[in-house]
């Protein structure tokens, strides 16, 4: 069958997802429907912002379907009569029906090297435990949560200094290469199909807003890892003077001291003891204010000596 042919239903919300349907398109596949979450308020004044995926649909004039829950409302994509169903980072459980309903199966592009890291926040969770390589697999989906068989796997090495916005970029270019690179044997079903190792299986749950809490008295290294792996859109937080204080950015020292005392003013940054040495603070935002660089909230406030917590 010629991809032009080939009926697809792409669902997808994210800017990660975003680039892998941008492949798609370039490279002339037919992308007969596009399913993304239901469009959220943003800003100040609350205003109704098309999904990044929902932004490349209409620019290309290809239809949109924005489901609030799926899994009672897919009949315009049962309609459609996809020949492939293509997920990345959709953000809803996809039912069953919908799973089995084309000819060549759904699939799902997932960044993590699959078992390890099944569920919603793959990439975080390789930064924050330190991991020095991850990857994107492809894989068929199941009724359940990133099981099915593998296709495909490339893998990506993760930089001391990657944060998750530099990793998630890193980590979407190869989806949508390794997407185009594994279709053509979908479509003629010569694909591989790997079962999962279900004992070597690691969950990536979503991250909850306790566990951005900086522990001083951890060791520096997972205290960067942490700050790194949620930085720099959800970040980490500690409390100053019983103020929430929340870190985007930092770098690791060398100076010792007391758990959660500031070590040193730098030129551009400030120093606070950790269990085994320093964290640095680079990019923050006080309670109540902007996200700014240390230097600026220096500024306007005299660290020495300050204890955080």
């Given at each position: 069958m010629d991809k032009k042919e080939l009926r697809i239903v792409f669902m997808g919300t994210p800017e990660f997802s975003a680039n892998v349907l941008t492949g798609l398109i370039l490279e002339k596949y037919d992308?007969?429907?596009?399913?993304?979450?239901?469009?959220?308020?943003?800003?100040?004044?609350?205003?109704?912002?098309?999904?990044?995926v929902v932004k490349v649909a209409k620019e290309n004039n290809i239809k949109v379907f924005q489901p609030n829950n799926i899994r009672e409302d897919y009949d315009e994509i049962k309609n459609v009569n996809p020949d492939i169903i293509i997920t990345c980072a959709y953000g809803q459980i996809i039912p069953e029906e919908l799973i089995n309903l084309p000819r060549l199966g759904c699939i799902n592009v997932h960044a993590s090297i699959l078992p390890k890291y099944r569920g919603g926040a793959p990439i975080h969770r390789a930064i924050i435990n330190g991991d020095k390589v991850t990857g994107v697999t492809i894989m068929y989906?199941?009724?359940?949560?990133?099981?099915?068989?593998?296709?495909?796997?490339?893998?990506?090495?993760?930089?001391?200094?990657?944060?998750?916005?530099?990793?998630?970029?890193?980590?979407?270019?190869?989806?949508?290469?390794?997407?185009?690179?594994?279709?053509?044997?979908?479509?003629?079903?010569?694909?591989?199909?790997?079962?999962?190792?279900?004992?070597?299986?690691?969950?990536?749950?979503?991250?909850?807003?306790?566990?951005?809490?900086?522990?001083?008295?951890?060791?520096?290294?997972?205290?960067?890892?942490?700050?790194?792996?949620?930085?720099?859109?959800?970040?980490?937080?500690?409390?100053?003077?019983?103020?929430?204080?929340?870190?985007?950015?930092?770098?690791?020292?060398?100076?010792?001291?007391?758990?959660?005392?500031?070590?040193?003013?730098?030129?551009?940054?400030?120093?606070?003891?950790?269990?085994?040495?320093?964290i640095i603070f680079t990019i923050v935002q006080p309670a109540g204010k902007k996200k700014m660089n240390a230097t600026e909230f220096m500024r306007g406030f005299e660290v020495e000596g300050v204890i955080f917590k």
């Open positions: 992308v007969s429907l596009v399913v993304s979450q239901p469009n959220k308020p943003v800003g100040r004044h609350h205003i109704l912002e098309d999904t990044p989906m199941d009724k359940s949560m990133d099981t099915g068989d593998i296709i495909s796997i490339r893998e990506c090495k993760i930089e001391d200094d990657d944060n998750l916005e530099t990793l998630f970029n890193k980590l979407s270019d190869i989806g949508r290469s390794l997407l185009l690179d594994t279709l053509p044997s979908i479509i003629d079903k010569t694909n591989s199909r790997i079962p999962q190792d279900n004992s070597k299986a690691i969950y990536a749950y979503n991250i909850k807003k306790e566990e951005t809490k900086i522990d001083f008295s951890d060791n520096t290294l997972n205290i960067y890892n942490k700050i790194r792996g949620l930085s720099p859109s959800i970040g980490c937080f500690c409390y100053l003077n019983d103020n929430i204080f929340k870190v985007y950015g930092a770098r690791i020292g060398k100076l010792r001291g007391e758990v959660g005392k500031v070590t040193k003013k730098y030129d551009d940054s400030f120093g606070i003891a950790t269990g085994d040495g320093e």
